[in-house]
């Protein structure tokens, strides 16, 4: 069974940095893509960011140059470093896995697993 847990929201001010948190990544996980959604107040959750290990990173257009995906396999955790927030960014963040190999990483259908979700809050 997959827990991923994220962590690090929080009400910050435009122009802040705030970086996020997911656990549970096993090295198995290693081969798949994890991904970052987020959904704002009242809309559909989007895709962020995208990560396979030791491969590749997507961003969705409007986080580029301000949002960071990492990862630091010896903790099993990803990262989302987040700078310049502005309040469009306001939203519940998920972390989640896709563990299908030919993985559409932007596509939320393929992610499997999910965390429960941290809030982020970026006030004006």
């Known amino acids: 069974q997959v827990q991923l847990v994220e962590s690090g929201g929080g009400l910050v001010q435009a122009g802040d940095s705030l970086t996020l948190s997911c656990a549970g990544l096993?090295?198995?996980?290693?081969?798949?893509?994890v991904g970052w959604f987020r959904q704002p107040p009242g809309k559909e959750r989007e895709f962020v960011a995208a990560?396979?290990?030791?491969?590749?990173?997507y961003y969705t257009d409007s986080v580029k140059g301000r949002f960071t995906m990492s990862e630091d396999n010896a903790k099993n955790t990803v990262y989302l470093q987040m700078s310049s927030l502005k309040p469009e960014d306001t939203a519940v963040y998920y972390c989640?896995?896709?563990?299908?190999?030919?993985?559409?990483?932007?596509?939320?259908?393929?992610?499997?697993?999910w965390g429960q979700g941290t809030q982020v809050t970026v006030s004006s």
């Open positions: 989640a896995l896709n563990t299908e190999i030919y993985a559409n990483p932007r596509s939320f259908s393929g992610y499997t697993y």
């Open positions: 096993e090295s198995r996980f290693r081969i798949y893509y």
């Open positions: 990560i396979r290990s030791g491969v590749t990173t």
